[in-house]
């Protein structure tokens, strides 16, 4: 199917533990975000990738990982895992904006993974 | 830092009422952008206006923005018990494709 996904949609993890969450795309976009939401805080973003193998921080990348060896995958990696990290995580991809960076950047969404660091 | 503020934090309308909402941010845009969420779902781009442009309009959707205020309202007309979500403003600064989203607010529409 089109689009894109994430897995786990929920995972349940103890602090310290690596916890690996997954982001796929379909439409080959050369961006991808990852963003955390918590209440009162909407979304944050973690870490963003404008192509295979490049990377950056977002607001708040302290405690994540993030690789990007293939434009359709972008997977966000909990090193050692803590209760902070307790969240919401949304994968989201755009295309390059015809205009050029900053025209335009309609972001697609994927359905969200729900953490609990226990 | 957020860059956006929305206001109000939560709305309740009854169906056929009109919703608006309004979003206020710090510094200048490339483009701003509304997002829908429905409970439990990923966000839903629903409109964007570039920052040459006062005013749009998709459907029953309308968004304003006033660069001068640094602020920007959404619209929703005629609304439906199916536009109960929580709507996004997020803001595009600069030349990386980062939007930044706003805190949101809650709507619901009662039959």
């Known amino acids: 199917d089109a689009g894109i996904t994430q897995s786990p949609r929920y995972k349940i993890t103890e602090t310290g533990r690596q916890v690996t969450l997954m982001c796929h795309q379909t439409?080959?976009?050369?961006?991808m975000f990852w963003y955390r939401q918590d209440l009162g805080h909407g979304l944050r973003l973690i870490y963003y990738?404008?192509?295979?193998?490049?990377?950056d921080k977002g607001e708040v990348p302290d405690g994540y990982v993030v690789s990007r060896s293939k434009t359709e995958n972008f997977p966000l990696t909990l090193e050692s895992a803590t209760r902070s990290q307790t969240s919401v995580y949304f994968c989201a991809s755009s295309e390059i904006p015809a205009g050029g960076p900053g025209s335009y950047n309609e972001q697609f969404f994927g359905p969200g993974t729900r953490l609990t660091v226990l | 830092s957020q860059q956006g503020e929305e206001d109000p934090q939560a709305l309740s309308i009854q169906e056929g009422e009109n919703a608006t909402m309004n979003c206020s941010y710090k510094?200048?845009?490339?483009?701003l952008q509304w997002y829908r969420q429905n409970s439990g779902r990923g966000l839903v781009h629903l409109i964007l206006?570039?920052?040459?442009?006062r005013e749009k309009h998709s459907g029953r959707l309308r968004v304003t923005l006033d660069t001068s205020k640094k602020s920007s309202s959404l619209l929703i007309t005629a609304s439906r018990a199916a536009d109960t979500a929580s709507y996004f403003c997020a803001t595009l600064t600069g030349t990386a494709s980062k939007l930044t989203f706003g805190t949101g607010t809650r709507l619901q529409v009662t039959l």
């Open positions: 439409w080959s976009h050369s961006y």
């Open positions: 206006i570039r920052s040459n442009e």
């Open positions: 990738s404008a192509a295979a193998d490049i990377t």
């Open positions: 510094t200048s845009i490339n483009n």
